[in-house]
């Protein structure tokens, strides 16, 4: 038995198109081999609600604790009544075959405990700040497309509530797994199609650096804060491998907004030396409080 967990926040549209995408008969497997819940920090509103009751009968719709993403999927992972929890985001297109290909590698292989599928774009960029979360390699466990033993998630506290915006959570989700030696799989075979794009907000580029500073404050992170230098770098290569070579391709369509995001690293590493100066935090286990940080 599969739950598949989808939180969403105020975008219905690409909610159905997801849910459409696993509606009885849509899966290779049948209805009764898995579960799907919506969990909604959405507005105050019955929109996505009254969409669900609407046209998706067999979804369970819940009220998000409206604390960010990862509190988010921890609140549909509660109420699980499958085996293994599938993640996918609210924009994600799954493939048809998806949940059998997990439901497979899950139960021909008793010691698997994780897993992550492939996440492809839905097409080629046509502007340099139309961005998707590619996964094709593994080794990434994006949350818009991962696996986990519901009873594993549980006894991990699932993911750190005190990352209330998206990013970071996941990855500090997989270095607790790895530290912990579950064994995990890359599974390209389940795969899903995450929409391009456009990235103009200057507000998720300052809550992206603010994550990382988090991140390297937790006693079980593998990530320690890197130099200036190690910014430099970084901001030089994103200028030579993916700005300037694509300048005639994109003929400079959303430059500025990619632009000024090639500054993320020197934001990160001012975010992670600040915080390297502050107390460790212990390693999320599902108990602790959400203290101010």
């Known amino acids: 038995m599969i739950t598949v967990v989808i939180p969403t926040c105020g975008r219905p549209e690409p909610l159905a198109a997801c849910l459409v995408r696993l509606a009885p008969g849509a899966q290779t497997v049948g209805i009764d081999h898995y579960q799907v819940i919506v969990t909604d920090d959405g507005p105050p509103g019955r929109q996505v609600e009254e969409m669900i009751v609407e046209k998706f009968p067999w979804v369970w719709w819940t009220a998000g604790p409206r604390r960010g993403p990862a509190a988010n999927r921890n609140q549909g992972a509660i109420l699980a009544n499958g085996d293994v929890l599938v993640f996918f985001d609210d924009d994600c297109l799954p493939d048809v075959g998806v949940l059998a290909v997990y439901a497979r590698v899950f139960s021909e292989d008793p010691e698997l405990q994780a897993a992550e599928g492939r996440i492809v774009a839905d097409r080629q960029p046509v502007r340099f700040d139309e961005v998707a979360p590619i996964n094709e390699t593994g080794g990434l466990f994006w949350s818009c497309n991962i ?32 530290r912990a030696k579950i064994k995990s799989a890359f599974v390209p075979a389940a795969s899903v199609t995450h929409p391009l794009r456009i990235m103009n907000n200057w507000r998720a580029t300052r809550q992206q650096a603010w994550a990382h500073g988090l991140y390297v404050r937790i006693e079980s992170s593998d990530l320690g804060p890197f130099s200036w230098k190690d910014a430099s770098l970084r901001f030089v290569r994103f200028w030579l ?51 101010k940080i």
């Open 147 to 178: 696996a986990v033993r519901t009873d594993l998630f549980r006894r991990l506290g699932g993911f750190d509530e005190r990352f209330p915006y998206p990013a970071m959570e996941d990855v500090e989700l997989r270095c607790r797994l790895r």
């Open 241 to 291: 491998k993916g700005i300037i070579p694509n300048l005639w391709l994109y003929r400079g369509r959303g430059f500025w907004p990619r632009a000024r995001d090639s500054v993320m690293p020197f934001l990160c590493a001012w975010e992670m030396k600040r915080a390297a100066r502050l107390p460790r935090l212990p390693t999320w286990t599902g108990t602790e409080s959400r203290e």
